[in-house]
């Protein structure tokens, strides 16, 4: 049946604005093989009777070996499961494969640390349109994680944030703030010396924000205070110098959704941050006219898997400005900005110090402006928090 006047196109693209869970309809074939299908469908429907409700499409070939066993689990996935999702998206006959299971009372599959596993018989099939909406009855649940759901919108995966962790945040901005306060002179005379732009950036959950800035004489302020950018890979591999183990394995996850190439450039730029304890980048034109921009509009509108697509397209279409530089002190360089991490008394990088702006130079002079960003920073290091 065609879908009237509205344009399938238009109707995906409207009812993708509308954000969904995402679950795992799971149940065995007669031999007690695994069948499942990833749902963003699954609802809640009456508490008297207990029923819960999905719509698979008509033709799907695992709900129609879940209708025959008459019974299914519901498996809500955690946020942090988007891989279990995308493993049971593969086709009907490896969906299960290298998944670890259990069964639940009924016998179908629970998979490990989802939030919570739902166990129903399946009471009404009722079409609907191209699809069924199926209810089931509730006879068992359990919460096993009770943590942020996995959520799907705009064609993308994330995660919930409750509006109330903005107050946290504010706590990492003035802490920052008062950082910056030791080490204001020392930020005006390196900018000075070197006819530039110092910034200090507050890390704030996965965003960059300008907290503090000063700028040589003559030199133009290109920095909005509280002006923010996502620390989308491969930029914000400063911050991830003494980090936990688990927050680089989440941008490097962040940077494997970006492809084959940019993952590569993010790795090598980590690297470089490792081991010269400070960042260069000298692609000046991309990065300032382009890339510094949309990002900058990205983190005022906030992130949407959308606006993370046409970032990701404009990072990939930058390429190669972006992979770090072995620096050759005779070479100049143009439009050169150095990052350098600012540890708190815990060994985590919050802060960290900019000088962009600065006009072209070699690389011996960069490695001296470089020098003195790190002394700066352990300046600060030392007097806000006695590291
Ligand atoms: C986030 C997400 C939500 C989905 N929601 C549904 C849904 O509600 N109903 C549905 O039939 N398929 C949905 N699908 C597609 C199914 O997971 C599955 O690939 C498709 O139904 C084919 O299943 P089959 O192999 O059993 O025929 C969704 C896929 C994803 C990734």
Not at 19 to 33: M, N, Q
Not at 286 to 298: G, H, Q, S
Request: glycine share 8%; hydrophobic share 40%; proline share 7%.
């Amino acid at each position: 049946m065609s879908g009237g006047t509205v344009d399938p196109a238009a109707f995906r693209q409207a009812l993708g604005h509308h954000p969904t869970g995402v679950a795992l309809i799971s149940s065995t074939h007669a031999d007690g093989e695994p069948v499942g299908l990833i749902v963003g469908t699954f609802t809640s429907v009456s508490l008297d009777p207990p029923l819960v409700g999905f719509l698979p499409t008509r033709d799907s070939a695992s709900f129609a070996a879940i209708r025959k066993s008459g019974r299914f689990t519901v498996n809500i996935l955690a946020h942090d499961q988007e891989h279990l999702c995308r493993a049971l998206s593969r086709p009907a006959d490896k969906r299960f494969e290298g998944l670890q299971w259990s069964p639940s009372s009924n016998g179908s599959p629970v998979l490990p640390d989802v939030v919570c596993s739902i166990d129903c018989s399946l009471e009404a099939c009722t079409p609907a349109g191209d699809h069924y909406f199926v209810t089931g009855l509730v006879e068992s649940l359990e919460i096993h994680r009770p943590v942020a759901p996995l959520l799907f919108f705009q064609g993308g995966f994330g995660g919930f944030v409750p509006g109330s962790f903005v107050a946290p945040s504010d706590a990492i901005v003035a802490e920052s703030v008062q950082a910056v306060q030791y080490i204001r002179d020392g930020m005006q005379r390196l900018a000075h010396a070197a006819h530039g732009e110092v910034t200090a950036y507050a890390k704030v959950t996965d965003h960059a924000v300008a907290v503090a800035t000063v700028a040589g004489p003559d030199v133009p302020t290109s920095t909005i205070l509280g002006s923010k950018w996502p620390l989308t890979p491969p930029f914000g591999e400063v911050f991830l110098i003494g980090a936990p183990e688990a927050e680089t394995e989440q941008w490097m996850n962040r940077a494997r959704t970006a492809g084959e190439e940019l993952l590569r450039i993010s790795q090598e730029r980590l690297d470089h941050a490792h081991k010269h304890g400070w960042a260069g980048s000298y692609a000046g034109d991309t990065r300032d006219t382009l890339l510094f921009p949309a990002l900058t509009e990205y983190g005022v509108d906030g992130v949407t898997p959308a606006k993370q697509r046409e970032i990701q397209e404009m990072l990939r279409a930058a390429g190669e400005d972006l992979r770090p530089v072995d620096l050759d002190p005779e070479k100049q360089y143009e439009g050169a900005s150095l990052v350098a991490p600012i540890r708190n008394r815990h060994g985590r990088c919050e802060l960290m110090l900019r000088l962009c702006q600065i006009p072209p130079v070699s690389g011996a002079r960069i490695e001296v402006l470089a020098d003195e960003l790190c002394r700066l920073t352990r300046e600060a290091e030392k007097s806000a928090f006695q590291v």
